[in-house]
């Protein structure tokens, strides 16, 4: 029997970020990746984690430590992009298993990254953007912001919002509103 049957990972990532322009030379890079482990089956979010990572080509703004609550002590601490895409593809299958995130910003700014710095790609190609399926199934013309899909699902906030553990967290429980509704789309078949 797989025992990955089921389940899907829920990513949100937070980023450096500034208020106007970013500084010259300075680009956006993944600063935490939180991952959801959902299980589909069950019904139940299984698993919680979170990865700090160090930024190559920029620093933590004051703006960017309001918003996310990341200093730059902290994410001088992580590791580096490299390493952490290996412990996505080794510690939580990244690279088989479907994935989900609020929006297509994650996957495009992994893309991004993992080109811009050669590293390879720790996902698989099965990503669902969980704020498409969000509005399609409560039938929005606007689609909506993580907190405010939670207000509209009648769902709390959990924790801190812009911080990717906590994000991915609550959309792990959009998710399981969404499958509940029996508007999750089928995970692809095994091979």
């Known amino acids: 029997m797989d025992r990955t049957a089921g389940l899907l990972n829920v990513v949100d990532i937070e980023a450096t970020c500034w208020e106007g322009m970013p500084p010259v030379g300075a680009v956006s890079e993944i600063i935490e990746i ?3 482990v959902v299980d589909l089956d069950s019904g139940q979010r299984v698993g919680r984690h979170r990865i700090v990572v160090r930024p190559a080509r920029s620093s933590v703004s ?3 430590t309001r918003l996310t609550g990341l200093t730059q002590a902290e994410v ?4 580096s992009f490299t390493e952490a895409c290996r412990q996505l593809a080794a510690a939580h299958d990244t ?11 994650d996957r495009n700014q992994f893309t991004r990254q993992c080109r811009s710095t050669r590293v390879e790609y720790p996902f698989g190609q099965h990503h669902v953007n969980a704020k498409a399926v969000f509005t399609e199934v409560y039938g929005l013309r606007k ?15 959990e924790g801190r919002h812009h911080r990717g553990e906590d994000d991915a967290w609550n959309i792990g ?6 499958a ?8 692809p078949s095994a091979r």
């Open 143 to 157: 689609r909506p912001g993580m907190a405010q899909a939670l207000e509209i699902a009648g769902l709390p906030l």
């Open 180 to 187: 509940a509704r029996g508007g999750w789309p089928d995970p």
């Open 95 to 105: 690279g088989r298993l479907p994935w989900a995130s609020w929006g297509d910003y």
């Open 62 to 64: 004051a703006f960017c």
């Open 34 to 36: 939180g991952l959801t």
């Open 76 to 79: 001088d601490a992580g590791v």
């Open 173 to 178: 429980a959009l998710v399981l509103d969404l």
